[in-house]
């Protein structure tokens, strides 16, 4: 096509489109494709399009890798011999474990010389006493006599009463949350997953469990439970249910689900909030004496 022709052209339309501008004098309203106006009036049928530009990947801003929180190794058998710098005061005497023939399902925290405090998604609500045991020592195993799941807000709990008190210099009761905990506050978290180990932490806003946990189903969070970081690193992530959160020497918090961690990631754990259900668990330490 010759120049002059492909400017007459350009020309032609600029100038129908100023004339469809107006209409005696009005300016001509304007309609996405679709919604066309009443009877008689006129109108310009215009179509948005909608780019998506590609974003380079070099220009992306990149979160630095959250540093992994200092693990301390200990050994459940060996606790007593443990320098103090290396655990906090009095610890580790007052945790458990809770059987099923040989096979451990969770950790817990002896309260009293016969309550056993753990996560409630430790055992079943149909679970028989019988068939499980608490082991408070290498050798040393109590038997159940009855499981309570806790309520209100305790249902994030299960209380396990033994047939006999335990009378062991080994193992000591310890004593509950005397205060709440914000945000921010620095607690100790126990992991037993595999080989027992305290991990130096915080505790942070519920958000950052939400992430941790967003793709079990089965995991609700509310305002009663506590949310922990936990390490960054996932082979050192090593939580289970019924695992402990110390707070100057008070148990404060019990995991609730275990770790759900992500490696490289700011991850948290669920914990039931041991000061909130303070009341209820003093109450049920002296019905079983």
Same mark, same amino acid.
């Given at each position: 096509?010759?120049?002059?022709?492909?400017?007459?052209?350009? @020309?032609?339309?600029?100038? @129908?489109?100023?004339?469809?501008?107006?209409?005696?004098?009005?300016? !001509?309203?304007? =309609?996405? !494709?679709?919604? !066309?106006?009443?009877?008689?009036?006129?109108?310009?049928?215009?179509?948005?399009?909608?780019?998506?530009?590609?974003?380079?990947?070099?220009?992306?801003?990149?979160?630095?890798?959250?540093?992994? +929180?200092?693990?301390?190794? #200990?050994?459940?058998?060996? *606790?007593?011999?443990?320098?103090?710098?290396?655990?906090?005061?009095?610890? +580790?005497?007052?945790?458990?474990?809770?059987?099923?023939?040989?096979?451990?399902?969770?950790?817990?925290?002896?309260?009293?010389?016969?309550?056993? @405090? %753990?996560?409630?998604?430790?055992?079943?609500? $149909?679970?028989?006493?019988?068939?499980?045991?608490?082991?408070? %020592? /290498?050798? /040393?195993?109590?038997?159940?006599?009855?499981?309570?799941?806790?309520?209100?807000?305790?249902?994030?709990?299960?209380?396990?009463?033994?047939?006999?008190?335990?009378?062991?210099?080994?193992?000591?009761?310890?004593?509950?949350?005397?205060?709440?905990?914000?945000?921010?506050?620095? !607690?100790?978290?126990?992991?037993?997953?595999?080989?027992?180990? =305290?991990?130096?932490?915080?505790?942070?806003?519920?958000?950052?469990?939400?992430?941790?946990?967003?793709?079990?189903? $089965?995991?609700?969070?509310?305002?009663?439970?506590?949310?922990?970081? $936990?390490? #960054?690193?996932?082979?050192?992530?090593?939580?289970?249910?019924?695992? *402990?959160?110390?707070?100057?020497?008070?148990?404060?918090?019990?995991?609730?689900?275990? %770790?759900?961690?992500?490696?490289?990631?700011?991850?948290?754990? @669920?914990?039931?909030?041991? =000061?909130?259900?303070?009341?209820?668990?003093?109450?049920?330490?002296?019905? =079983?004496?």
């Amino acid at each position: 096509m010759q120049p002059k022709c492909l400017l007459l052209i350009l @020309l032609t339309r600029l100038t @129908l489109q100023q004339v469809a501008h107006t209409h005696l004098g009005q300016t !001509v309203p304007q =309609f996405m !494709v679709g919604d !066309v106006p009443s009877k008689g009036q006129p109108y310009q049928i215009v179509r948005i399009i909608e780019y998506l530009v590609p974003y380079s990947p070099n220009k992306i801003a990149r979160t630095k890798q959250v540093d992994s +929180l200092e693990i301390i190794p #200990a050994d459940i058998d060996s *606790l007593l011999k443990m320098k103090p710098t290396k655990k906090p005061k009095k610890s +580790l005497h007052f945790l458990v474990k809770v059987l099923r023939k040989n096979a451990t399902l969770c950790t817990g925290a002896l309260i009293s010389r016969r309550l056993v @405090l %753990s996560s409630s998604q430790c055992l079943t609500k $149909n679970a028989m006493p019988k068939d499980y045991s608490i082991q408070a %020592s /290498r050798s /040393r195993r109590y038997k159940m006599v009855k499981i309570i799941f806790g309520t209100g807000l305790a249902q994030d709990l299960v209380l396990i009463v033994l047939k006999a008190a335990i009378h062991d210099s080994a193992i000591q009761p310890i004593r509950l949350c005397d205060g709440s905990l914000k945000p921010l506050e620095n !607690v100790t978290m126990y992991m037993s997953r595999k080989r027992l180990s =305290f991990l130096r932490t915080q505790v942070i806003a519920n958000g950052a469990c939400k992430r941790s946990y967003a793709q079990d189903e $089965n995991v609700y969070i509310t305002a009663n439970m506590l949310c922990v970081q $936990n390490t #960054a690193k996932l082979k050192d992530c090593q939580t289970a249910k019924g695992d *402990l959160l110390l707070h100057k020497d008070h148990l404060c918090g019990i995991n609730i689900y275990g %770790s759900h961690c992500v490696n490289g990631a700011s991850n948290g754990d @669920l914990y039931a909030n041991i =000061f909130k259900a303070r009341g209820y668990l003093q109450r049920m330490i002296k019905q =079983f004496v």
